[in-house]
């Protein structure tokens, strides 16, 4: 899928689904430049095309500005600042780093639109799809499922970011587009559990993938994230329903955890037997500032993640953001992981190497998704053409969400029993303990074992542990959970839309 499938959209945003980039910005959702749209999705391959085209949007992270979701995560957390030249390089980073967030000031609207694009697109699909004729049975079944559950990823996304959010689930007619209200977090989480279920349940999402089509969705990716999603709603009373689901993902037999931890993040070993769920990316499409804004299809977080100016051996150079902080140094210092979690700058100066040191540098780096020399695009601006996937689900991610569930539910067998799995990987001795003291353990080793890939943040919060933690970094109880609705957004609607608490 990375250089078949991603490489067929492009036509089709010339023809169909070119979007406006201001003004009403995600109401918008009547395409601009559809004189041929008629004539469109009237066969397979065309509405295979559309499929595809919606997939497009989870590899986005130029919409508005630079927002790529890992990146921005990662310095909303306290594993990463937020980093780059100086202060004003990115002030929506900063502001979400710092927590100086304002309905103007964040990277709040260009992940609206990103993920109101990409709820438009499954909506279309979906119902193109019902109009079609001739099609099979097999073809409908399994695109209505991939629609499903891509629709359900991208408002996991937006309930997780705005909390409430208005719930579309058609294509709106122009009277409709203004008069959009706020769904409450609950009811969209019913309508994600709604999607994913009505997604794995269908036989013809396949349970794997030929060579050609990595990057699909799988049964088990659907699986994956309905566990997810239950157990980001944190209501103890479903730990036990969430448990079950992972368990599903966990017995498949289908995945496991890779022998090395070094290898995860490979670029070789993209969709290895750990790989539940990835967004792909390739470098292959030369692109170029004039189309950067989500046209490379290039993975942009491995630029930003790179040290900058950097000469000497194995990296390219970067932009020096997200740079790690301390303290995930101090915690991870005595783990096996450290190595392969985080590059420290200072021994690679002492090997000869050098950087510049830049805004909010600590001379540690991300290594999961550092830019290598021998990853560089051969053609294009380099720097916009890095082809990593990014690990979306992995099966450590599930064993240990499995584990969490399992202890929240008072169920300590399976939870240690998932927990040490993760640890025996590493060499780590296997946690014996059980009650609230396993539970801590287990919130310990996501922190270890995830460190870096975008977690964190959600975990705190949906943990109850954000202001405790990120206060020091500004964080406000009952107002930061949240990114403050755009408010190009509110004024669109003329004050249908109800700006977050505290902004």
């Known amino acids: 899928m990375k250089k078949i499938l991603l490489n067929k959209f492009i036509l089709l945003l010339a023809v169909v689904f070119i979007l406006t980039s201001c003004g009403k910005e995600f109401l918008e959702l009547q395409p601009r430049g559809t004189k041929l749209e008629s004539g469109?999705?009237?066969?397979?391959?065309?509405?295979?095309?559309?499929?595809?085209?919606?997939?497009?949007?989870?590899?986005?992270?130029?919409?508005?500005?630079?927002?790529?979701?890992?990146?921005?995560?990662?310095?909303?957390?306290?594993?990463?600042?937020a980093g780059g030249s100086d202060a004003s390089d990115q002030p929506n980073w900063v502001a979400y780093d710092n927590f100086s967030l304002d309905p103007f000031i964040g990277p709040q609207l260009g992940l609206w639109q990103k993920g109101y694009t990409g709820v438009y697109r499954a909506n279309l699909?979906?119902?193109?799809?019902?109009?079609?004729?001739?099609?099979?049975?097999?073809?409908?079944?399994?695109?209505?499922?991939?629609?499903?559950?891509?629709?359900?990823?991208?408002?996991?996304?937006?309930?997780?970011?705005?909390?409430?959010?208005p719930l579309i689930t058609t294509v709106l007619g122009a009277d409709e587009i203004y008069t959009q209200t706020q769904?409450?977090?609950?009811?969209?989480?019913?309508?994600?559990?709604?999607?994913?279920?009505?997604?794995?349940?269908?036989?013809?999402?396949?349970?794997?993938?030929?060579?050609?089509?990595?990057?699909?969705?799988?049964?088990?990716?659907?699986?994956?994230?309905?566990?997810?999603v239950i157990l980001y709603q944190n209501d103890n009373s479903r730990m036990a329903e969430a448990g079950g689901i992972f368990d599903e993902v966990i017995n498949s037999g289908l995945y496991a955890l890779e022998a090395n931890y070094a290898d995860i993040f490979s670029p070789g070993n993209e969709h290895g037997i750990e790989s539940i769920f990835e967004i792909n990316y390739s470098g292959?499409?030369?692109?170029?500032?004039?189309?950067?804004?989500?046209?490379?299809?290039?993975?942009?977080?491995?630029?930003?993640f790179g040290m900058r100016d950097y000469v000497g051996p194995l990296y390219a150079t970067g932009w020096s953001f997200c740079p790690v902080q301390e303290q995930l140094v101090t915690v991870m210092a005595n783990d096996p992981r450290f190595e392969?979690?985080?590059?420290?700058?200072?021994?690679?100066?002492?090997?000869?190497?050098?950087?510049?040191?830049?805004?909010?540098?600590?001379?540690y780096f991300i290594k999961k998704y550092a830019p290598l020399e021998g990853e560089k695009a051969l053609d294009g601006e380099p720097?916009?053409?890095?082809?990593?996937?990014?690990?979306?689900?992995?099966?450590?991610?599930?064993?240990?969400?499995?584990?969490?569930?399992?202890?929240?539910?008072?169920?300590?067998?399976?939870?240690?029993?998932?927990?040490?799995?993760?640890?025996?990987?590493?060499s780590l001795p296997p946690v014996p303990t059980g009650g609230s003291a396993l539970l801590d353990f287990i919130y310990k080793e996501r922190r270890l074992e995830l460190a870096t890939e975008g977690h964190r943040f959600f975990d705190l919060v949906r943990t109850g542990q954000a202001a405790a933690v990120l206060g020091p970094q500004g964080f406000t109880a009952n107002k930061n959970e949240v990114l403050p609705i755009?408010?190009?957004?509110?004024?669109?609607?003329?004050?249908?839309?109800?700006?977050n608490t505290g902004y």
């Not at 009237?42 to 986005?60: G, H, I, N, R, S």
């Not at 794995?200 to 699909?216: C, I, K, Q, V, Y």
């Not at 030369?286 to 491995?302: C, L, M, P, Q, S």
Request: glycine share 8%; net charge negative.
């Open 284 to 304: 292959n499409q030369r692109g170029g500032w004039d189309n950067f804004a989500n046209g490379t299809e290039g993975n942009y977080d491995v630029q930003f």
């Open 340 to 363: 392969h979690t985080i590059i420290d700058a200072q021994e690679l100066v002492g090997q000869g190497a050098s950087y510049s040191p830049a805004f909010q540098n600590t001379g």
């Open 183 to 228: 769904a409450t977090p609950a009811e969209i989480y019913a309508q994600i559990e709604q999607d994913l279920n009505d997604a794995r349940n269908t036989f013809e999402l396949p349970e794997t993938l030929a060579s050609d089509e990595l990057g699909r969705v799988t049964k088990g990716a659907a699986t994956a994230l309905l566990g997810k």
């Open 40 to 81: 469109f999705y009237q066969t397979e391959e065309e509405l295979f095309e559309a499929l595809v085209a919606t997939y497009d949007v989870l590899q986005w992270g130029g919409t508005n500005g630079w927002t790529m979701k890992l990146g921005l995560l990662n310095a909303a957390s306290d594993d990463c600042y």
């Open 383 to 426: 720097s916009l053409n890095w082809g990593y996937n990014v690990r979306e689900i992995r099966y450590a991610d599930v064993l240990l969400m499995a584990a969490e569930a399992y202890s929240r539910a008072g169920n300590d067998g399976p939870a240690r029993t998932y927990l040490n799995q993760v640890r025996a990987r590493v």
């Open 486 to 499: 755009p408010q190009t957004e509110i004024d669109i609607t003329q004050g249908n839309l109800i700006q």
């Open 125 to 165: 699909v979906l119902e193109k799809i019902e109009e079609l004729e001739g099609a099979s049975a097999e073809f409908k079944a399994r695109t209505i499922a991939e629609a499903k559950f891509l629709r359900a990823f991208f408002y996991f996304d937006l309930v997780r970011f705005f909390g409430n959010a």
